[in-house]
């Protein structure tokens, strides 16, 4: 059997849940938001380091093909080779962070932009005004769930981006000593 207190308390957390669900689906807004700004860093990076690393090292690149190039020349040449590779998949992986997506979740909601964007706003209004407090809870939770898993998606590749970025940067360190040490 069910006390007062516990029946009170469940009225309580009724009445909370939806504005938890809402503060919920903010949040992970707010992750999305995060990951666009992270790529965007990157991106800038990656952006600065190829226009400095373009003009630096076209001539190296060559020594790849010729014969009669030196060793040290040579391996110069194949680090140049990959920390261009390198800042290329980094430009590719935060490019696929920022570009939009108008996907729809599996189950169309009255909260997620795309499912709103396809009804007149009579129809949107009237359908979101007919809904119960819980289908209205429903709704936010499915676009939480449905937001949660666009923001993994971003954060799984902006840690690629950062990782091909770090990987460049490591190669470029042997670079530098090779070109220091073989003018």
């Not at 800042?87 to 490019?95: A, E, I, R, W």
């Amino acid at each position: 059997m069910v006390s007062a207190e516990q029946a009170s308390a469940a009225t309580a957390a009724d009445e909370i849940t939806p504005e938890v669900a809402w503060s919920l689906f903010q949040h992970v807004e707010d992750q999305i938001n995060r990951s666009d700004t992270k790529a965007q860093v990157v991106l800038a990076a990656d952006a600065i380091l190829l226009g400095w690393f373009s003009t630096q090292n076209a001539s190296l690149l060559q020594a790849i093909f010729n014969g009669q190039a030196a060793v040290a020349e040579r391996i110069a040449s194949l680090l140049v080779a990959l920390v261009f590779v390198g800042l290329f998949l980094s430009v590719t992986c935060g490019l696929v962070v920022i570009w939009p997506r108008a996907t729809t979740p599996e189950d169309e909601t009255l909260v997620y932009l795309r499912s709103i964007a396809r009804q007149r706003r009579s129809e949107f209004v009237a359908a979101f005004l007919s809904q119960s407090r819980v289908e209205v809870t429903r709704n936010i939770l499915a676009a939480v769930h449905a937001t949660a898993r666009i923001a993994y998606r971003k954060f799984r590749w902006v840690s690629f981006s950062i990782g091909f970025l770090l990987a460049t940067l490591v190669l470029w360190a042997p670079l530098q000593v090779i070109r220091v040490a073989f003018p």
